[in-house]
């Protein structure tokens, strides 16, 4: 069976109304890929499955499948947030808080929903998990990707420096350089709350003996929780810069 057409499929009878038959379909697919590896292929569709069972009012079913997703994956950083971001999508995000908080990748997400929730005594718990948890690798990474699509990993021997600076009125400054065999970069990014006077910052990647020179202003930065509470991400003028975790990128 086609992935695509499973896709489809599932969709078809989901919009539909047809909950059953949707289920149905998704479990066939998942039968007819017997190698996790083929499974995982199916992963990012099975949002499709937990929203039909939620619709059916099969809540036992849709906390095992997350459960399990979570289990299966927890490796895999880039499906999850996948994963994650599909479940916003659906309406389905406030089911995470009741999973057991067993990773940081967990508790940051139970973080950032409850916040968005107003579950502040929820957000607080979360907080206090993910403190209480050991970094994961993915924490320690900063990610650009250039003009050209071409997306660059950054590892703890790459990173020279990830620190924050302290402005006048609260206002802050991170600043980042990388250097590696084949490229260097160096960036101060405004936080996404400084004032005017502090609003713009500059980012300069160096490869292949071409220097690039771009802008920051702080409209195109976000620090709202993705993968950890101290997330960056800054949109610009020569690429996208993401800092999975300021406190611990590079460390």
């Known amino acids: 069976m086609n992935i695509k057409k499973v896709l489809s499929v599932c969709s078809d009878l989901y919009n539909g109304e047809e909950y059953e038959a949707s289920l149905a379909a998704f479990d066939t697919a998942l039968a007819s890929y017997p190698s996790p590896n083929e499974q995982k292929l199916l992963t990012p569709y099975l949002p499709i499955k937990l929203r039909c069972l939620y619709e059916l009012n099969r809540y036992d079913e849709l906390m095992v499948c997350l459960d399990k997703a979570y289990s299966d994956y927890q490796d895999d950083d880039w499906l999850l947030i996948s994963f994650n971001e599909i479940l916003l999508h659906f309406e389905l995000a406030h089911f995470l808080l009741k999973l057991a908080p067993t990773s940081r990748f967990i508790t940051a997400q139970q973080y950032r929903i409850a916040v968005e929730l107003a579950q502040f005594d929820k957000a607080d718990a979360a907080l206090t998990a993910y403190l209480a ?84 202003n702080r409209c195109n930065v976000n620090s709202r929780v993705m993968w950890s509470p101290h997330y960056i991400q800054a949109e610009t003028s020569i690429g996208r810069l993401t800092i999975v975790n300021t406190q611990q990128a590079g460390k």
């Not at 924490?139 to 990830?162: A, L, R």
Request: hydrophobic share 25%; net charge negative.
């Open 133 to 216: 948890l050991p970094p994961s690798r993915f924490e320690s990474y900063i990610y650009f990707t250039d003009e050209q699509g071409t997306k660059h990993c950054f590892y703890e021997s790459d990173i020279q420096d990830c620190s924050i600076t302290s402005m006048p009125n609260n206002n802050i400054y991170i600043n980042v350089k990388i250097m590696t065999h084949e490229l260097t970069l160096k960036a101060d990014i405004p936080g996404d709350g400084n004032d005017g006077i502090c609003e713009d910052g500059s980012i300069t990647f160096t490869t292949e003996g071409k220097n690039y020179i771009g802008t920051i």
